[in-house]
């Protein structure tokens, strides 16, 4: 009982970094100026998800969710990513604090109708996990400069697109709090352990 008890301690405890490179701007407190760091953000965006609806940052007010970058016919590491990103459905789904974000790089192939076809092959119901497309400039553009990821089209690549297998933790001021291997069954856990450090952050 003590040691289960001092792993929950060390789990309630844990602090999550935010990640990226903060602007250091000055601010006058009390007639003191000090310096304060400025996290980046993730800047607003608009998908359409497996069912059709426009997917904004809206969306994810007040949640925590995960991001990551994949393509339908992707014949790498999307299955496995895939697979363990059910792990994290099923341990979340139905909590309306969490969200899933997929976005796919190959919208020219994943349309709407592809999207929720392979939802509703993994099994998918609700709106917990969402699949978007769109521009394809935009979702290369908010994936590299804002979520830190590879993913790009290149033809050297197997399917012809490059990206990364990154499974991309944010917290409800859209901060990058986590990155995690998503072909790493370790790691997942991890992030599933981190979600949960997050959540209680959130609450308080």
């Not at 309630?12 to 490179?21: Q, T, V, Y």
């Not at 969710?65 to 059910?86: G, S």
């Not at 109708?113 to 908010?142: C, H, M, N, P, Q």
Request: aromatic residues 10%; glycine residues 6%; negative net charge.
């Amino acid at each position: 009982m003590l040691l289960l008890s001092c792993l929950s301690c060390t789990l309630n405890s844990k602090e999550l970094p935010i990640l990226g490179e903060p602007e250091i701007v000055q601010k006058v407190v009390d007639g003191k100026t000090t310096e304060v760091k400025i996290y980046p953000t993730i800047p607003d965006f608009a998908f359409r998800s497996q069912y059709g609806d426009t997917i904004t940052a809206q969306n994810f007010k007040d949640k925590i969710y995960v991001a990551d970058f994949f393509f339908v016919t992707c014949p790498t590491i999307c299955p496995v990513m895939k697979k363990n990103m059910l792990k994290v459905y099923d341990e979340f789904k139905g909590n309306p604090d969490v969200g899933i974000l997929s976005h796919s790089i190959d919208p020219a192939h994943d349309t709407v109708e592809v999207l929720k076809k392979y939802a509703d092959d993994l099994g998918i119901k609700g709106r917990t996990w969402l699949f978007v497309t769109g521009s394809r400039e935009k979702i290369y553009d908010i994936g590299e400069k804002h979520y830190l990821v590879t993913a790009h089209a290149d033809d050297k690549e197997p399917g012809g697109y490059i990206h990364s297998g990154a499974f991309v933790l944010i917290d409800k001021q859209k901060h990058i709090r986590g990155m995690y291997d998503g072909t790493n069954e370790k790691e997942v856990r991890e992030l599933i352990d981190d979600m949960k450090v997050l959540l209680k952050e959130k609450a308080q």
